[in-house]
């Protein structure tokens, strides 16, 4: 479980952190949940999504070294099950498997979310 800092009035809040995620089970989905942050009383929830990382993970996988900057690996369209607002696409740039998203959130009035996925192998973890 991470945490962004809170963003004091602001309709619409621009994180721009980067927040690192020990994943330990490939199959379960991320669960993002956006809240509005309240001085005195509970924060109040605003919306929430989850992430498939099956796509994600396949790519990382695949050991792409080598690849041109900026291929695209895979893409992954919105469907009924996913919170995915437009179609994302899985590219290897820089080295790295990168894969840039645009959610739709759920339990919501209105509200999206735009994320970037990167995978890091952190020294000392089994990697995949």
């Known amino acids: 479980k991470v945490k962004t800092k809170p963003l004091k009035k602001n309709l619409n809040p621009e994180?721009?952190?980067?927040?690192?995620l020990s994943i330990?089970?490939?199959?379960t989905p991320i669960h993002l949940q956006v809240y509005d942050k309240d001085s005195?009383?509970?924060?109040?929830?605003?919306?929430?999504?989850?992430i498939d990382?099956?796509?994600?993970?396949?790519?990382?996988?695949?050991?792409?070294?080598?690849?041109?900057?900026?291929?695209?690996?895979i893409r992954v369209h919105p469907n009924r099950q996913s919170?995915?607002?437009?179609?994302?696409?899985?590219?290897?740039?820089?080295?790295?498997?990168?894969q840039n998203m645009v959610l739709r959130l759920r339990n919501a009035e209105c509200g999206e979310v735009e994320?970037?996925?990167?995978?890091i192998d952190i020294p000392g973890s089994k990697g995949l």
């Open 40 to 50: 005195f009383t509970v924060d109040d929830k605003m919306g929430d999504a989850k």
């Open 115 to 119: 994320l970037q996925l990167q995978w």
């Open 53 to 73: 990382i099956g796509p994600f993970v396949e790519a990382v996988k695949m050991r792409l070294e080598g690849l041109p900057n900026d291929t695209i690996v």
């Open 83 to 98: 919170c995915l607002a437009e179609e994302s696409k899985i590219v290897y740039k820089d080295g790295k498997v990168v």
């Open 15 to 20: 994180w721009n952190e980067e927040l690192t």
């Open 24 to 27: 330990s089970d490939l199959h």
